[in-house]
């Protein structure tokens, strides 16, 4: 199988959630840069300070950059590490969903609102009361209710929060060996898209039998990532496995799930980590992800690439080029 190009070059991008809005593709991802600081767990050579917005009228097509719609300078609680955003559109308003590290050097989830799908984005002076941790992925219904997924282990702090508090000695336990695995949250967004109008849930993820995945079954177990879309009246939960470096999908007949494990849509690529999102353009269905090969491996300094996906009968996702991995 080719590998793919990166759809924009002249900077670093990573953490792709792409959307569709008024028949453009929209790409909202994390803006790389370069920095000193060594790898570490805690995922500190992160340390990204703004957001571009980028869009595109086909893909393979000519990309935008619409330049800089978000940075950590204007927003007044974050102290640093703007790392995967993602964007919903609801009341003719425009929403930029992002994670940071507030003053305490706790993950949170913050909000900035937009006239227009490209930015620029004005954040609220706090973040979303109840948020944690990382990786936000918004999911607005047929319904027109609004979801907020998020959640991620390791440097994205969500084994911080087993107790519903934040315990920062926690944070050395990485993950537990035993019993279920961590799992992201979600809840449902107020109107108006700055609040949680429901209480946090777990995002269950079961096999085939109907139990939890385990906290030591590392290919299939939720690590960072959430995406969620609707395919044929179901509910498709994404994510990435963290250190096994897969994408996995799991499905579900509501967006609070429980979701039954699907199978892996995507092999582990050049560098760390692996985020994607997934999104329906012109009648195909499309993978957006990232890899490190622009920067011929490093793990912080990413680029954004897509493939093409499809459906079998069952459902299944694969790379249009592929057979499903199970
Ligand atoms: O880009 C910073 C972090 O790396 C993201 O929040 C994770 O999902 C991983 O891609």
């Given at each position: ?147 907020l997924y998020f959640g991620g282990i ?45 209480e946090v849930k777990d995002v269950v ?122």
């Amino acid at each position: 199988m080719a590998d793919k190009e990166p759809i924009v070059t002249h900077v670093f991008t990573a953490d792709p959630s792409a959307h569709v809005f008024n028949n453009k593709l929209y790409i909202y991802p994390s803006h790389d840069r370069e920095t000193d600081i060594k790898d570490n767990d805690n995922g500190d050579q992160y340390d990204m300070n703004d957001y571009h917005v980028f869009s595109m009228d086909e893909v393979g097509g000519p990309v935008t950059d619409h330049g800089v719609v978000l940075a950590q300078s204007d927003i007044p609680w974050v102290q640093k590490q703007l790392w995967a955003p993602d964007a919903a559109a609801k009341n003719g308003k425009y929403y930029l969903f992002f994670p940071a590290r507030d003053q305490d050097g706790i993950f949170r989830v913050g909000v900035a609102e937009g006239d227009k799908p490209e930015g620029p984005f004005k954040a609220d002076p706090e973040p979303i009361k109840g948020s944690f941790s990382i990786d936000p992925a918004s999911f607005v219904d047929e319904d027109g209710e609004a979801y907020l997924y998020f959640g991620g282990i390791w440097g994205g702090q969500l084994q911080c929060w087993k107790t519903g508090k934040f315990v920062r000695e926690d944070y050395e336990t990485m993950e537990a060996s035993e019993g279920n695995a961590l799992t992201a949250k979600v809840a449902k967004l107020s109107d108006d898209m700055n609040s949680f109008t429901s209480e946090v849930k777990d995002v269950v993820i079961v096999d085939d039998a109907g139990e939890p995945i385990k906290a030591s079954d590392h290919d299939r177990r939720f690590f960072e990532a959430a995406w969620v879309h609707k395919y044929n009246g179901k509910y498709y939960f994404s994510y990435s496995t963290g250190d096994t470096h897969y994408l996995c999908y799991a499905i579900g007949d509501n967006p609070y799930g429980p979701f039954t494990y699907g199978g892996r849509i995507f092999e582990p690529v050049i560098g760390w980590t692996t985020h994607h999102s997934i999104a329906e353009f012109k009648g195909k269905w499309y993978l957006f992800y990232h890899d490190s090969s622009l920067s011929k491996g490093v793990n912080h300094l990413r680029c954004v690439k897509i493939r093409e996906i499809v459906y079998d009968e069952q459902g299944r996702i694969k790379l249009a080029e592929e057979q499903p991995k199970v």
